[in-house]
């Protein structure tokens, strides 16, 4: 579990897709042990290697094609966040580190000292982003500041910019999306099964009760 609020940058120094791995050089190595879930821009990602600055990951072929990892070359920088500590402090919202897809960075403006960024997502992800909510992008807990039917809005503030690789990003750039795991499963438990028992109450017994 992380809560998207980006501990390092780091940048990849190899990358071995028929092994499955990512090598990535960083600065928060002392806190990563062979086994660790380390959430690579936002993506869950297992060391397998740890050394002295620098550690390797396994990545899956569904993680490659699904993901904005597939586009990371050597020198690419990436967000970096360790597990929660179960003594930690939530800063920032629940983030599983399971991508639900992919968007495209469609516009960056300066306003102030921040920057608003654009970004297209695909409607199955848009359903689950609302105004005021969290989503992550590349890892990082960020508040949306403006949705509609084919995109959505965050700003920028310059300590966010300056810590993590957002502001980098270029219009027409892929990002990795995570929406806020809460309304996933909130629309499940919603849906109607068969195999489950349907209850007594209804609204009319409610009305017939006084309720």
């Known amino acids: 579990m992380f809560t998207g609020l980006i501990e390092a940058v780091g940048t990849v120094t190899a990358i071995n897709k028929q092994r499955g791995t990512v090598t990535i050089k960083c600065g928060i190595t002392d806190g990563i042990e062979i086994g660790d879930s380390v959430a690579v821009n936002g993506a869950c990602l297992?060391?397998?290697?740890?050394?002295?600055?620098?550690?390797?990951?396994?990545?899956?072929?569904e993680t490659f094609s699904r993901t904005a990892l597939g586009a990371l070359s050597i020198g690419s920088r990436v967000n970096l966040e360790c597990a929660m500590k179960a003594d930690g402090r939530f800063g920032g919202h629940i983030v599983s580190g399971h991508i639900d897809g992919t968007?495209?960075?469609?516009?960056?403006?300066?306003?102030?000292?921040?920057?608003?960024?654009?970004?297209?997502?695909?409607?199955?992800?848009?359903r689950y982003i609302v105004e005021k909510g969290s989503i992550?992008?590349?890892?990082?807990?960020?508040?949306?500041?403006?949705?509609?039917?084919?995109?959505?809005?965050?700003?920028?503030?310059?300590?966010?910019?300056?810590?993590?690789?957002?502001?980098?990003?270029?219009?027409?750039?892929?990002?990795?999306?995570?929406?806020?795991?809460?309304?996933?499963?909130?629309?499940?438990?919603?849906?109607?099964?068969?195999?489950?028992?349907?209850?007594?109450?209804?609204?009319?017994?409610?009305a017939k009760n006084g309720f």
């Open 46 to 61: 297992t060391a397998v290697e740890v050394g002295s600055g620098i550690f390797t990951a396994d990545v899956m072929n």
């Open 136 to 206: 992550a992008i590349d890892g990082i807990s960020l508040t949306v500041a403006d949705v509609d039917e084919k995109c959505f809005k965050v700003s920028i503030i310059p300590h966010t910019g300056g810590e993590t690789t957002l502001l980098e990003k270029r219009v027409g750039d892929a990002v990795n999306l995570e929406c806020d795991i809460i309304a996933k499963y909130v629309e499940k438990l919603m849906q109607p099964s068969e195999n489950i028992p349907k209850s007594g109450i209804t609204y009319d017994f409610l």
């Open 103 to 126: 968007g495209t960075v469609t516009n960056m403006r300066n306003d102030g000292n921040a920057v608003w960024v654009t970004v297209e997502a695909e409607s199955e992800i848009l």
